[in-house]
């Protein structure tokens, strides 16, 4: 292999990626990322629709045909066509087109049992299609479908395939794991056949991700001397996918310093409008473009990129049009804290930080994960109500819902070192554990209970579905008014958490007033 390998990359996610169950793009869907693919990632070559296929596949492809010619791009926009004599040639050619992808028969028992033809029937129809393609100033590329089956079980056929082509003007030989069979070590033997035998042709490399190995067999044909790949965005494809390319592109520069024309900045940005696009979501932890890939979660992790960078590769985020974050939840330590504050400008003290930090442990035990949205709140909830001294604690409590019955709560609550306990139904979980509590106040303790005037639930920013219910309780006691606030993931937690806060406040002044 040479030491710094040019590499053509030819995306498909217009064609074999549209061929993922359940996705299919608009024409003017198609138009935004073929402009995207082609400008903004900067790929060599698209792959945009199969010949034939309905109507709207003819005016998609005639829109990206239409715009690509004005910005001179017309010749690295692709169509795949079939060996049927003039009519996907004439198809392809009507829509502005100007580059053929034709699809042979690269194994010899698809020759024999779907074409029902002999190699030289099929040799003699191809250079047919070929030569017409060339006569009407069209540029031609071969696939050899499903050549990783013909090369290992028919090798003969495929040799013979391919020198009875070889010297008709077609500019590519695209080989296909049609059916995602092959193992790195199988490419490397197979590619290095055909190599030898065809030292001076080129060849593309096209996986499928059955056997989930396509991105190790693409760079095993990178090993072998291929010049050209084809992948598709998010690895979109017939079944399990093909090679993504965020993926191979990384592959390629880091480990085998090959070149390409891929502008990594801009991946993830083309990554995120194919999801939407698709309705396929990116996996979480799908390496380069999933959400939490570049997300530190051990807090060891966060202290060592405080230190010399110690947990980091070459896989920079900013590579790609990322940034690292660090994850709040149970395993974070004061360094994960730290880097979120840093992002959102807050300083803390060390004994704040303490507590803090323990909160996002409390609430990692409860909650998988705690957002950088949630975290003001969290500070704010936390540091707001730490100075008062809790001569009030809630030391438990049960409440229930059943259909047909009003909901009850009991609760074991602890006052100046007694405790009582009451039970009590309400109209809501809520309000059968403030009436409860009121209970208590004006039964046992002979005290006024204050009066709950608005009570309002909002969610952090964020807009996640498990985001930390922050709940504002407004009270009326003393003829004069206060809020309190709780955030849990709960919602009647939180509303109890602020309440708490509140009995604490009262009895604050209550022990003032005596």
Sequence with gaps: M???????IMDTTLRDGEQTSGVSFVPHEKLMIARLLLEELRVDRIEVASARVSEGEFNAVRMICDWAARKNLLSRVEVLGFVDGKTSVDWIYNTGCRVINLLTKGSEKHCTFQLKKTLQEHLADIRQTVA?????????????????????????????????????????????????????????EFMRKMKK??????????????????????????????????????????????????????????????????????????????????????????????????????????????????????????RFGRVREYALGKNSGKANIRKNLESLGLELDEDSMRKV?????????????????DLPYIISDVLK?????????????????AKGLKPMATLSIEIDGQVYQESSSGDGQYDAFVRALRKIYKEALHRKFPMLTNYAVSIPPGGRTDAFVQTVITWSYEDREFRTRGLDADQTEAAIKATMKMLNLIEDEYEKSK
């Design 2 to 8: 040479n030491e710094n390998p040019r590499i053509e």
């Design 132 to 188: 017409y393609a060339i006569d009407k100033g069209m540029d031609v590329n071969v696939y050899l479908e499903d050549w990783s089956n013909g090369i290992k079980d028919s090798p003969d056929y495929v040799f013979g395939l391919v020198d009875g082509l070889k010297d008709t003007g077609i500019r590519r030989f695209m080989l296909p794991d049609t059916l995602g069979i092959l193992n790195p070590l199988q490419v490397i």
């Design 197 to 318: 035998r065809y030292p001076d042709l080129h060849f593309d490399f096209h996986a499928h991700n059955d056997y989930d190995l396509a991105v190790s067999n693409v760079l095993a044909a990178v090993l072998s001397g291929v010049r050209g790949l084809h992948t598709t965005i998010n690895g979109l494809g017939e079944r399990a996918g093909n090679a993504p390319l965020a993926s191979v592109q990384a592959i390629l520069k880091d480990h085998f310093h090959a070149i390409t024309n891929i502008d990594e900045s801009r991946l993830n940005e083309v990554s995120r409008l194919v999801e939407s696009y698709s309705g396929v979501s990116i996996p979480a932890n799908k390496p380069i473009v999933g959400e939490s890939v570049f997300t530190q979660v051990a807090g060891v992790h966060a202290d060592g990129d405080n230190k010399n960078n110690l947990y980091c590769n070459d896989l920079l985020p900013e």
């Design 357 to 373: 930090t323990q909160r996002i442990i409390e609430l990692g035990d409860r909650k998988e994960q705690v957002t950088q949205d």
């Design 385 to 401: 109500h730490d100075c008062i001294n809790n001569k009030v604690k809630l030391l438990s409590y049960f409440v229930t819902l």
